[in-house]
Nanobody
Framework: QVQLAESGGGLVQPGGSLRLSCKAS????????MGWYRQTPRNPRELVAT???????TYADSVKGRFSISRDNAKNTMYLQMNSLKPEDTAVYYC??????????????WGEGTQVTVSS
């Protein structure tokens, strides 16, 4: 089992910045990929960014150039630096941790989410 705890959400004005953190605990040796997803009441959960154990990253087109995903293995923590925030970035942001066996997805874990609100 892996436990994920997000923090860092809040209210920010358009153009502002926030940094989300996701601390992992438990059987983290089983995790190959970690990522951030977000969801609003009107939309399904969508991928924001992912990072692999060898630090390969992917981003949704909507956040490229504004968001940056990183990880600190010594602290078992993943981050999402969000800059130039827009009202449409408002969502609940979820931390995700996946286990893959080669090219086969096997299972994942989710955090409880942290609210990000971008509004003036």
């Amino acid at each position: 089992q892996v436990q994920l705890a997000e923090s860092g959400g809040g209210l920010v004005q358009p153009g502002g910045s926030l940094r989300l953190s996701c601390k992992a605990s438990g059987s983290i040796f089983s995790i190959n990929v970690m990522g951030w997803y977000r969801q609003t009441p009107r939309n399904p959960r969508e991928l924001v960014a992912t990072i692999t154990n060898d630090e390969k990253t992917t981003y949704a087109d909507s956040v490229k150039g504004r968001f940056s995903i990183s990880r600190d293995n010594a602290k078992n923590t993943m981050y999402l630096q969000m800059n130039s925030l827009k009202p449409e970035d408002t969502a609940v942001y979820y931390c995700n941790a996946e286990h893959w066996a080669g090219d086969k997805y096997e299972y994942d874990y989710w955090g409880e989410g942290t609210q990000v609100t971008v509004s003036s």
